[in-house]
Nanobody, 125 residues
């Protein structure tokens, strides 16, 4: 199973960035798909988790109301639309895939078996 994240870049505060993650191998529709991020010198942080059918998504408190996660099971793709970005959103963003579980939907890192390589998002003030 491979996850390939893309779409990161540099943006000014208040701007928007969209991330994509392509998944190959395995059965995409079986998994909960999540986004995490890690800022320099900080622990990895939960961003979002989307259920297998896409009907349910949970978000970490820092991004609620600003980020929108979605998935396309026909294309094996997961997306993260980020708006009203702030400098504290600067981080490497990772997509992850995990078996369906309450822990995964609640953003527990150890519930995810497969991880992408990460894509950098830098927000300047």
């Amino acid at each position: 199973v491979q996850l390939q994240a893309s779409g990161g870049g540099a943006v000014q505060a208040g701007g928007s960035v969209s991330l994509s993650c392509e998944v190959s191998g395995g059965t995409f529709s079986d998994w909960i798909m999540a986004w995490f991020r890690q800022a320099p010198g900080k622990a990895r942080e939960f961003v979002s988790a989307t259920s297998w059918g896409g009907a349910s998504t949970k978000y970490g408190d820092p991004v609620k109301g600003r980020f929108t996660a979605s998935r396309d099971n026909a294309k094996n793709m997961v997306y993260l639309q980020m708006t009203n970005l702030m400098p504290e959103d600067t981080a490497v963003y990772y997509c992850a895939a995990g078996d369906v579980s309450l822990a995964a939907m609640n953003g527990a890192e150890n519930a995810f078996d497969y991880w992408g390589q990460g894509t950098q998002v830098t927000v300047s003030s």
